[in-house]
């Protein structure tokens, strides 16, 4: 069964103090995380191992960290590698975020070695692609974003794009209040999915969470998760708010 999954990414926010706070605040409000169902709390590097103290060990949660880097070890000065995260029990980590790629210069290829180094690491990215607003408006995203996954995924084995999780966050939407429609976000996650089948069989296409992002809230999850190909969401602004987050935890289907 496919998993369903509301990820949480802090991005460059909050103080320790005031992380500290909001991950007491959400494991004081009830949520309820199906056998198929994950959490998982992106933070700052300096707050992986305060994040993990706190939400270690509870069943389906999971502390993910936001970047790696490509290489193994060695003269990078202010890099963090695989090896260090999952010396630090973190088992996923966010790539190709649509920041990353335009304040960092983030490319395609970039992106293809830093999964490969996460996946011979155990370690599970959670692939970001989308299309900004001028490739929206020239109804061309279905081609970029092809290219993204072609560029970056393609070369993995079935086995390994089965380690992938996959969010769709049209740039357009992220931060801005303007969320992509759920028909919007259903149309472009089934032609994600239907790239993976011709790809690698429908099997496998199946059994990849593709999440969406972009200005998801508590009032509009259920409704973005209601979609056939939406399993789930990754969440900037509300997921700085425990209230918000559980309440998106909470409409996984
Ligand atoms: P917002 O939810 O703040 O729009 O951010 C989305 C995002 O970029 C998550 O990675």
Redesign the pocket.
């Given at each position: 069964m496919r998993q369903k999954i509301a990820a949480a990414?802090w991005k460059m926010n909050l103080t320790y103090q005031q992380a500290e706070k909001l991950l007491e605040e959400l494991i004081a409000t009830p949520h309820e995380l199906k056998e198929n169902h994950l959490a998982i709390f992106a933070v700052p590097f300096p707050y992986l191992q305060l994040a993990n103290s706190k939400l270690g060990g509870k069943k389906n949660v999971f502390v993910a960290a936001q970047n790696c880097y490509s290489k193994k070890s060695g003269a990078y000065t202010g890099e963090v590698s695989v090896e260090m995260l999952t010396s630090m029990n973190i088992q996923y980590v966010i790539l190709g975020?649509s920041e990353r790629r335009e304040y960092f210069n983030e490319s395609n290829q970039l992106l293809a070695d830093k999964i490969n180094i996460c996946l011979e690491n155990n370690i599970r990215p959670i692939f970001?692609c989308g299309e900004p607003l001028n490739i929206r408006e020239a109804n061309t995203q279905n081609d970029f974003v092809g290219k993204q996954l072609q560029e970056s995924l393609y070369h993995l084995s079935a086995e390994q794009l089965q380690q992938i999780v996959i969010a769709y966050?049209p740039i357009w939407?992220?931060?801005t209040g303007k969320t992509a429609s759920s028909e919007q976000a259903q149309e472009m996650h089934a032609f994600i999915r239907q790239q993976l089948a011709a790809k690698y069989g429908n099997d496998v296409a199946e059994n990849i969470s593709i999440l969406y992002?972009?200005?998801?809230k508590g009032s509009n999850a259920a409704e973005l998760f209601s979609q056939k190909d939406v399993d789930g969401g990754?969440?900037?602004?509300?997921s700085l708010n425990a209230g918000e987050f559980v309440t998106i935890i909470n409409s996984l289907k």
């Open positions: 990414n975020h970001c966050e939407a992220i931060g992002g972009g200005s998801v990754l969440v900037g602004g509300a």
